[in-house]
């Protein structure tokens, strides 16, 4: 019994926080040990990254949610980076068990290795820096290149590649959401933070060694950039033009449907309100300049795809090859007809809603061929029924495309990039590479309800911080007036002696210029 006080005792006076926290701590210590003993390197090293990319990356969501009205953004974000971290040994073990290492990222890790090794051991101010990597530097020896560099600064962990690729595809998220806050204001920013931090497709498959992470992230620095040149703010050049540098290594193509959204946006900018005299001119210049980078993308993806026509050719050829090179293995969406390898498409406008459907909806759960097929499924139908739900939201998008050129901007770039990938005819390939539009297809649905269409907020209840216009924070109210109508509806009248209440008014929004 004395012993049962004691340990009552001791309970009651201990600090749990703390005592979880030294709980983790050491277990986490001998996790680390154990591995170290049983497991090589390649293993354990991951131990050592993912702590580390915690404690640099939290600082940064830090001061990014200090500049966001509401203080459970911080706890989101957090919560979104350990989840995508989280995502990458699942999608590790997809490689290397379920598919027995029969995946893009063995080369990558392997090829990355060498190079961190020559880069361990040779000095770029050497006069015998040279290394061949057997291929040419677009595309995948691009790839090889970033992985190397990542290994000469972890070491080369094939789970801590894993990892760090997945921290990059993170980022990557996090500049989308950005890019909505500052071009959108009025959207519907915590729906969208919602939806591009934990879809389950942009958890997981930007999340290996390989393209999809980095084209992530380089596809998040370009709209970040794209939306700070909507809104008229500095810098945003410098992200356009890193963000594209790095896309077109990797997918110029992509890069091409990119530079045509902002094109058209730009074109569709809002004027401001006093516009001096040069301002018609440099919006002129603008636009040829960005038209003249889509012409010379066309030509490096021409460059990039061996193709010999121009044009209209040089695209046809493209396309051809894109369907020639998916119409294998076991999840093959249109079989191909006749002697021909490759199923027939057509370049017609008027296919344009059955690409949409395809790439962004398929495959339906009755084409899964496997496990894996059928949970992407699941996925792309809870999508469809969003979309349907949405439609008072979407009725709304033909306004905003010509209000709102970010809009402008998000469905340009879907519609090409349908229209483009819809030759994809392996679901498998599909699904991973549908990772590249989701977040500006996710926008269409952060568009704000139609004024008759949004909820009646209940009596007592607090309109959300985060629809407040910039600059309107202010302290955190105690409480709103409650309006008499709904006081009376609830039963209740506000008192003579009552305190008056301060609020904000709550209208669509929730950005800070930054």
């Known amino acids: ?72 953004v911080f706890r989101l974000l957090m919560l979104a980076m350990a989840l995508k971290l989280l995502c990458a040994f699942p999608r ?16 990558y890790h392997e090829r990355g290795s060498e190079l961190a090794l020559f880069l361990d051991t040779h000095s770029p101010l050497s006069g015998a820096f040279h290394y061949d990597l057997g291929m040419k530097v677009a595309g995948t020896g691009f790839v090889i290149i970033v992985t190397g560099v990542v290994y000469a600064i972890t070491g080369p962990s094939l789970v801590g590649g894993f990892l760090v ?92 449907l990119a530079g045509a959204g902002l094109t058209v946006a730009y074109v569709l900018r809002r004027r401001p309100r006093q516009v001096s005299a040069l301002g018609p001119l440099r919006t002129v210049l603008t636009v040829v300049v960005l038209g003249v980078m889509v012409m010379l993308m066309l030509q490096q993806v021409s460059t990039f795809f061996g193709t010999t026509g121009t044009g209209g050719d040089s695209v046809n050829q493209v396309l051809s090859e894109t369907s020639r090179r998916t119409s294998q293995g076991g999840s ?12 027939q498409f057509s370049l017609n406008p008027a296919g344009l809603p059955v690409a949409v459907v395809s790439v962004l909806f398929r495959p339906f759960p009755f084409e899964a061929s496997n496990v894996q097929n059928l949970v992407q499924s699941v996925e792309c139908f809870a999508l469809l029924v969003m979309f349907v739900r949405s439609w008072p939201r979407l009725s709304r998008l033909p306004r905003l495309f010509v209000n709102r050129s970010y809009v402008a901007f998000a469905i340009v770039y879907t519609l090409l990039f349908c229209w483009a990938f819809s030759t994809i005819n392996n679901m498998g390939i599909l699904s991973r590479e549908r990772v590249q539009v989701l977040p500006l297809v996710l926008v269409l649905l ?69």
Request: proline fraction near 8%; charge should be positive.
């Open 165 to 256: 690729f997945s921290w990059f595809g993170f980022w990557g998220l996090l500049l989308f959401w950005r890019a909505l806050q500052i071009a959108f204001p009025e959207a519907d920013s915590r729906r969208y933070a919602k939806l591009v931090f934990f879809l389950p497709s942009l958890l997981f498959w930007p999340s290996s060694i390989g393209k999809d992470a980095w084209m992530m992230l380089c596809l998040g620095v370009t709209t970040y950039g794209v939306a700070r040149l909507l809104d008229r703010r500095f810098g945003a050049f410098a992200c356009i033009a890193l963000g594209s540098l790095g896309t077109a290594m990797v997918r110029p193509h992509v890069t091409v």
């Open 92 to 107: 590790y073990l997809m490689a290397f068990v379920l598919y027995g290492g029969a995946a893009d990222a063995k080369m």
């Open 446 to 514: 952060a568009v704000p309800r139609p004024e008759g269409d949004r909820p009646k907020l209940r009596a007592h209840s607090r309109p959300p911080l985060w629809r407040v216009q910039p600059g309107q924070w202010g302290e955190r109210a105690a409480a709103l007036p409650v309006p008499a109508g709904a006081a009376a509806q609830a039963g209740t009248e506000p008192g003579p002696g009552s305190a008056p209440r301060s609020g904000t008014t709550p209208t669509q929004g929730g950005s800070t210029r930054s």
């Open 332 to 343: 093959v969406i249109n079989q191909p007809t006749g002697d021909d390898d490759s199923p």
């Open 1 to 72: 019994m004395a012993a049962l006080a004691a340990a009552a005792s001791f309970a009651r006076r201990a600090h749990w926080p703390t005592a979880v926290a030294f709980s983790l701590v050491a277990g986490y210590v001998t996790v680390f040990v154990l591995a170290m003993v049983h497991t090589g390197y390649d293993t354990w090293g991951a131990l050592l990254v993912l702590p580390a990319l915690m404690a640099i990356g939290t600082p940064i969501l830090s001061r990014v949610a200090a500049a966001n009205p509401e203080k459970d």
